[in-house]
């Protein structure tokens, strides 16, 4: 049957490679198949597509040659060597996928901070991003206690609908504005929000003085993956960058933060930062220690 | 005033006497001619007078100055320097990584000055701008890991509080029917960084130091006893103002190149500091053994015991890395021993001054009866337990917040005049010291940070602990046992090896110093290059930034420092200059604070005995000494001629008036000169 159902799903993909069916028709197919809708997005994202842009198969291609010319196996181009990164702008944006990090990889250098924190300062306020860097604006916040870092960012929790009535975030749920919400694929802004990740609304946010809900429940019951930003301190959420994290791309440590498939409801991944600092320090050092 | 980039321009006066806070705005041209850290701190320590011998370094008076630079924040290899009259009355600069540097430019400042000395134990909390002194009676006598987690959750930022408003109307009914008991709340993330002394500051130990993250020391010249002379045990920071930058894209254009080149150095990537041990101490006969008795281990199987390769198998859990550094050389280990004193204790590493002056120094390495010059027997567990009792001895150290560099030449002073029959036990208030003995070692440090019977001697340090025996026994052979220099622990470089040239100690002008620069230089006697390293290394520690990243930065320096501050007239020149400032005043500082009349007799000379007349027994350097045992060349032709390069007095080495004009600190400094001329 799991042999089947590979076999099937290779199908789909080499169908979806060769743009016979759409992403959405792939994804339609896939999770008939019984596959989780996450699951079928990394899927998705595995299967190359034929150009980055969505020109049909029989347009001609930008250059002169005709389309049999380029057979749909052909290598890729050699003038790319295969150990550099492709350019930022040639990545694709994935769904479904969640930030894994591993704190006995992490240095704690604060290089994903550093570069999240400008990246979105010059979105948000350029006039001041131009001034210089300030971590504050960071999503992602690695934290160190002695001889521990962990990395504080939002951990993509979801209520579950059959126990507490809701499949949203818990901060979500809590928003009294709605400005919380997830973008789904085709919104947002491309390399900053959508695909499926959260994001919060900046125009309808209330603000700390006012709210602040969101890190409430958050640090109360499952993290602290909420901050808020030192001008007009509203709620900042970590986007995913709808799907390309800037983090990953900038981290220097291979493995100590990586962008992979969802596993499971990330509910069960969040940890509070006491807890999680005293569980690495206890898995590390074999010793419990109070921070 | 301009606003300045880069730095901050304000730097907090902290009077723990009234309990205020004043803040100090220098002008743009004193932060152009000194940047901050190590050059600035040692202008405040001439500029407003603590230079003057009045000033006792234990008294209220004396400043001690935590200092940043203009590319600390989001640069990378953060660094702080602790700048003040050490205990050993000369001056203290040293420096640590760690991200309290970093946080304290996020909070708004470019230093924190403390002078007085507070009725009771307080700490310094910092949140931006509000600076406040709050009691530190619960922390007071606190090991330094235990003080720092303390401090690390006593401060919040504005942005990371407030009340708590949720209630159930908030949820699904659902939900808030499964929902545990609130409690957590808000306040949960760990965003703020601190500086700490151990049970040794606050008592006074001579060679006290300062902590950040555990085991990041501001390690040399005792500024924790000067912090713990004025009841302060630390100080905890947390900034949300950013790092301000003239040209914030070339900025970090260039520490993404900084870093990039970083990634690829696998000797810290791999081992940090403990890449030296086999690969490069032992092989050059330079490893501290039994005090400096032997360089090399006639057997090399026994320096695997302290060797990057061997100590990652062994034990090495994870890396650690400073603000925006991707050489990580801090590894966290844990002690993993048959001896229950050890196992399982957490420390770090060690790093090489530890391996050396806390390891092969004190005999750790070599089996019960053997010496140094014998073969090893023992098999890898024997290399384990060595290893251990070094971990061991650098986290007693650590933990107390002591310098292991001064301690290890402490420690093996005692052991090498009970191996001589120069003292015994009972001058130890019955420790019996013998080489390798962990547990004597547990006891006499444990005495020396309580202050507790021979402890308050010895917690004055080596020097002083040598003078004293010398004394007490009529053995004035004594003296030639302390490996210090300067009256200062050697660190785990030796000059009669193939390591260093002895002048490179003789002239650095923190002193003693092994981290000063210009090794290549003096090694091949050219003193112009020698001198120009010195230079760049005193900038380094201005900026400040890490000795280990120097060839990442090279040629990058002043690019940063225009990119952070827009001074577009700021050249690799004015690098060097910055440093020559530092050591002018520096060691116009040294001589006046101490009243020395003649410096060759009171201070240029105060060398081991060792490196002379001692031949290195072993290794590649075997029959070896400093000099060819000839100190008058070092003290009477290399001296003189350094000094004359530096353009300062080739009779005494006082910067001159012409040199320090054209350094443009004649204002401050020429009055002191002119005297010592």
Redesign the interface.
Known sequence: MSQNLQERISELQEQLRQGVISRREFLRYVTLLGVSLGAAEALAACAPKPTPTAVAPTAAPPTAAPPTAVPPTAAPPPTVAPTAPPPAAEKQALAGYMLRFN??IC?????CA?AC??KWATEYFPEE????????FSRI?P???????II?VCQDCR?IEW????TKA?CE??C?QGAISVVPEGQGKPGYTGMGYLNIDRDLCLG??L???C???C???FG?GI????IE?KAQICTRCGGLPTCVEVC??PGALLFVPLQTNGRYWAH???EF?ELTYAK????RR?? | MAELKGATGKIARVDLTTKKVTVVEPPEEVYKKFLGGEALGLYFMVAEGLIDPKVEPFSPQNMVQFMIGPVTGVAPNARSVIVTKSAYNFMTVTTSGGRAASELKFAGWDGIQVVGKSDKPVYIAVVDDNIEIRDASHIWGMSTEEAELELLKSVLAPNEYRESILTEADMTPEWAALRPPKGKGIGAKRLAAAWVIGPGGENGVWYANVITEGARAHGRYGAGAIVGSKNLKGIVIRGTKGHVLADKGKFLQLAREIQASEATNYFWRSFGTAGIGARCANSEDAFPIRNWQWGAWADPTVVKALEGPWMDAASFVKQMACPGCTLHCMYLTEITSKDPLMDGVVTDMPDWEAMGQVGGNLGYCELEGMTPSDPFTGDHWDLMEALAKTQYTTFLHDSNGLDYIEGGALLALLMELIQRNLITPADLDGINLKWGDVHAVDAIVKKIVRKEGIGAVLAKGTWETAKYFAEKKGKPEIMNYPSTGHRYGQPAHDVRGFDKDALEYVTVVRPCEHTGGGGAGFLKKDYPAAIAGQNTQATHNSLVICSFAAGNWAGKIAAMVQAATGWTDFTEDDVVKVGARAYALGRIFNLTTQGIKDPKKEWDTLFPHRWFYDPLPTGSGKGRVAYDGKPEVLYDEALPAYWKTRGWSEDKGVPLADTLKDLGIDDIAEPYAAKLR
């Open positions: 704190p006995a240095t704690g250098c604060l290089i550093v924190a400008d991003a131009a001034k210089g860097v300030n971590l504050e916040r934290m160190r206690s002695q001889y521990v870092d504080n209520l126990a507490e009535g809701s818990p749920q809590v009294p700390l003085d709210c602040g809900r890190l409430e429940v640090e109360d019951q602290s901050s808020f930003d030192p301190k220097p440590e509070q930062p006491e600092f590390l050092y074999a010793e109070d921070v």
